[in-house]
Structure formats: structure tokens, C-alpha cells
């Protein structure tokens, strides 16, 4: 990324070091020299006020004073020399001590040459800058008087210091250098670890933009960014609820659409069909009123028979409204069913037998394979209604051979009743609307024997109000009609 934290950072923090790196070696470089110089001035200082204590005690000429001399020497890389007023070395700190007696003549008696540079002057003492024209060496020197009229002078080379402060220098560069360089390995790595949290965040952001809640923070830190991956998962879960609970809203609200529209299409087609249905007996019934009233027929056989039709009308009418009543309550859950145990061939058997006049008119065998004594568990007024819905449609549809088998097949825990009768099959597209109310294959053959279409929608309505499966299938020569019971 072109404005990448990792590379800011990094960059801040290296010019940071480099910028305080620098300031030091410039430090350094114009003032190191001028601090180390007061810092020698002020060791002269110290071993002057040394030697003067030892002196004006008398006891410079003591081996205890040769041990401390030699130790602050040592320390301090400086050399001292003690004469009296002929010149004659009374103590120094160097074996070759000829040359530094005649640089302490010289300077006592010569202060006013090119080479001599005075910085402090005191009561008995001068500190200046000088140069041995015989060694070219530059000294920084401390000279005066004792009480006595002895001499002394006490010198350090100004190449040391410079040396020493050439080499702090260069040094200063080198760790500079390497630490710079240590510093960015290590930026880059402490960066990482605080930008890669971040990217992954980020990376978790974007496709939370495109609803997608799989990629979860996996940072095991226990930092301000840790706490943040955590509020991110909570809330990517959060979000992942809250739309499932949308998308599931949103999918019953639809399916309230679908139903209210297929209930409207319902009412609108059931308000259709029972209007169509009434239309004909109401017809009838006003057209053979209006005749007996106006004096059509004068005849005892022709009013017996206006009013048998009126009559039969009129049961065809509150037949269909009861069915409709029943289909109603069933549909709308209000119909209670009772629950009891009953044999279930009993009942087939009654049916068959109170059914018998009309198979008889019809000509219509009907074949039972009869098994004594299977028991179900049901409603026995409602498991009555289905069976004979299917057995008068079986009357009222058989052909051919003008057939009816009924059969029970017992299993383990069920009983399936199936009612069969020869004729035509019913056609594919029609086989799972048949269950459907006012639904009516051949519509000219129902109206022969008055069949309203809504028969086989009771079954439906009964089987699935218990929890019971029911269906249709076509053979060759027929079609029949099953639906099953429990027996435990």
C-alpha cells in the first residue's frame, strides 16, 4: 500500500534515530574536543592542588608521594615536573626529564612566543596551550611557583586528547550506523506485528461489505488490537444473525404473500364453483315454481311431478352446503376428531352392505377380500366418511367390467384400504388436482349423478387433520383409491 502504517512508521522511527545519531556525532564533533579540554584543565587543576598540599607538608620526597603520583599519572596521562630557582630537578614523574626542565625555562622566561597560548591564569599558577618546537607536540600546560621559590609544570599532549576525541567520534559513527541499521530490522518487525493485525482487520472488513462472515480475527495478542478483533467477530456474528433472522422474515413474509394470493385465487374459484353449483338447482326450483304457480299444468301427475324435482333440488342444495360445512371445519381446524379403537372390517362391511342396493342398480360386482378383526386407531365417524366417498366414486365411475375390489393389506404397525374400480384411468395432469375442491375430471358424467367435486377434498381434509397418508394410482383397466390407519 502506497500509505502503508508499516512503512510510516518505519520511516519516522529511522529518521527519528538517524536525526538523534547525527545531532550526537555533530555534537560531538564541535564540542567534544572543547569539553575534553576543560576536563584537562581541570585534572591539572586537581593534581597542582595535590602537589602543592604534599609540598607545603613536606613530605614530597616520600615514597608515599612517588605511589599517588605515579597512580594519578597513570589516570590521567599527564607528566609533572618540580625544580628549584637554579633549575635543579627536585622531582618529576619522567626519566628524561632534560627536555621538559628547559621547556619549563623556556616558558617561564619566553611567555611571549608565537607557541604560547594562555587560557587561565592564577595567583601562582598559568594554564596555556604550548608547542615543543623540537618535537612539534602540542601540550596543554600547567606552570607556576611553589612557596620556596621552587618551580613546577604540569603537562598533557593535546594529540592524545584530540586522538582520543577523534576516536570517540569515528566510533560514535559506526555504532551509529549499526544501530540504525539493527533499528529498522527491528522496526520492521515490531511494525509487523502491529500493522499485520490490522490488514487482517481490514481484509475482514471488505468482505463483511459483501455479506460474507466466514473470515474470523485469529490474533492471539492480548492488546487494544486483540480486544478490537474480538469486537469484530462478535459483531460479524451479530450481523450474520441479524440477516439470517431477515432473510428468514423475509421468506415467511413471502410465503404470506404466496398465501394470501393462493387464498384469494381460493375464494375467488370456491365462490365461482359454489355459484355454478347452485346456479342450475336454483334454476331448476324457480323455473318449476313459477310454473305451478302460474297454472301450467292441470293435471295430478304433472304437479306430483314439479314437485318431486323442486324437492330433489333442494336435497342436491343442502346436501352440498353440509359438505361444504364439513369441508370448512375440517380445513379451519375446528372440526374435533375422537381418537378410539375399532375394527376397521366391520366397518368396510357395513358400508358394502347399506351401498348394496345401488351396485345392484348399477350392475356392479364388488369383490371384498375380507380379514376378520383388524382394529385401528381413529376416528371411526370420519375414517366412515372417507371410505364411502371413495366407494360412491367408485360406483359412480366404474366401467368396462363394471368392477369393485376393496382390499386390506396389513404391515407391522399399519393397514393400507384400497378401493378399486375398472374403467378409464385418470389422466396425469389431473391426478393431484383431483384433491382439490369443485375439481371435476369429467364434468358432464359428474353432473349425471350429482357429484359436487368436493368428496375427495373432505378425504384430504380428514387424513391430513390426523396425520395419515392417502393417494391415487392409475392401472390399465381402472383406478383406485387407498389411505392407511394405525393398528398400534
Not at 599517588?68 to 615536573?81: A, D, G, Q, R, V
Not at 621552587?150 to 592524545?160: C, K, L, S, V
Not at 492480548?222 to 478490537?228: F, G, P, S, T
Not at 378425504?459 to 391430513?464: G, N, S
Request: aromatic share 12%; hydrophobic share 40%.
Amino acid at each position: 500500500m502506497r500509505y502503508s502504517i508499516k512503512k510510516q512508521l518505519a520511516f519516522i522511527f529511522i529518521f527519528l534515530m538517524s536525526g538523534t545519531i547525527l545531532l550526537c556525532w555533530f555534537t560531538n564533533v564541535f564540542f567534544l574536543e572543547r569539553y575534553y579540554m576543560l576536563s584537562k584543565r581541570q585534572d591539572l587543576m586537581d593534581v597542582y592542588v595535590t602537589i602543592d598540599q604534599w609540598y607545603n607538608d613536606g613530605k614530597i620526597n616520600t615514597e608515599e608521594f612517588d605511589s599517588e603520583m605515579l597512580k594519578i599519572c597513570s589516570i590521567y596521562n599527564i607528566s609533572f615536573i618540580v625544580t628549584d630557582a637554579s633549575s635543579n630537578i627536585v622531582k618529576t614523574s619522567i626519566n628524561d626529564s632534560e627536555e621538559f626542565n628547559q621547556q619549563l625555562r623556556d616558558t617561564i622566561f619566553a611567555r611571549g612566543d608565537a607557541n604560547y597560548e594562555v587560557l587561565e591564569e592564577g595567583d601562582n599558577y598559568t594554564i596555556s596551550n604550548m608547542k615543543d618546537p623540537i618535537n612539534d607536540i602540542e601540550y596543554m600546560a600547567m606552570w607556576g611557583d611553589l612557596d620556596g621559590g621552587n618551580f613546577f609544570m604540569i603537562r598533557t599532549a593535546m594529540e592524545g586528547i584530540r586522538d582520543s576525541v577523534r576516536l570517540a567520534n569515528v566510533f560514535l559513527l559506526y555504532v551509529g550506523l549499526s544501530a540504525i541499521v539493527i533499528a529498522s530490522l527491528v522496526i520492521c518487525v515490531v511494525s509487523s506485528k502491529i500493522t499485520d493485525p490490522i490488514l487482517q482487520l481490514a481484509n475482514i472488513s471488505e468482505k463483511m461489505t459483501n455479506l460474507d462472515f466466514e473470515t474470523k480475527y485469529t490474533g492471539r495478542d492480548h492488546n487494544e488490537i486483540a480486544v478490537l478483533g474480538k469486537h469484530f467477530n462478535q459483531m460479524s456474528q451479530k450481523l450474520e444473525d441479524t440477516i439470517c433472522c431477515l432473510k428468514m422474515a423475509n421468506m415467511d413474509l413471502q410465503k404470506d404473500v404466496e398465501n394470501k394470493t393462493k387464498t384469494d385465487e381460493m375464494r375467488k374459484e370456491f365462490l365461482a364453483n359454489v355459484s355454478h353449483e347452485l346456479k342450475t338447482p336454483i334454476a331448476l326450483i324457480q323455473g318449476y315454481a313459477e310454473g305451478l304457480k302460474e297454472g301450467v299444468i292441470d293435471d295430478p301427475e304433472s304437479w306430483q311431478y314439479y314437485c318431486d324435482v323442486i324437492m330433489d333440488e333442494t336435497k342436491k342444495m343442502n346436501h352440498l352446503v353440509k359438505r361444504l360445512i364439513t369441508l370448512n371445519q375440517m380445513e379451519s381446524g375446528n372440526e374435533l376428531f375422537t381418537m378410539e379403537r375399532f375394527d376397521i372390517t366391520t366397518l368396510i362391511d357395513n358400508c358394502i352392505q347399506s351401498s348394496e342396493i345401488l351396485t345392484k342398480q348399477a350392475e356392479i360386482k364388488v369383490f371384498y377380500e375380507k380379514e376378520n378383526g383388524i382394529f385401528v386407531w381413529a376416528d371411526e365417524y370420519l375414517v366412515e366418511e372417507v371410505f364411502r366417498n371413495y366407494f360412491s366414486n367408485a360406483i359412480n365411475h366404474a366401467s368396462g367390467n363394471k368392477e369393485i375390489h376393496v382390499k386390506t393389506n396389513l404391515d407391522e404397525n399399519h393397514v393400507r384400504i384400497s378401493v378399486f374400480n375398472t374403467g378409464n384411468p385418470i389422466p396425469e395432469d389431473s391426478i393431484e388436482r383431483v384433491w382439490d375442491k369443485f375439481y371435476k375430471v369429467d364434468k358432464a358424467r359428474t353432473r349425471e349423478y350429482g357429484g359436487s367435486g368436493i368428496g375427495l377434498s373432505i378425504v384430504k381434509a380428514v387424513m391430513e387433520s390426523m396425520g395419515q397418508n392417502y393417494g391415487c394410482r392409475n392401472y390399465e383397466d381402472g383406478v383406485e383409491f387407498w389411505f392407511e390407519l394405525d393398528t398400534k
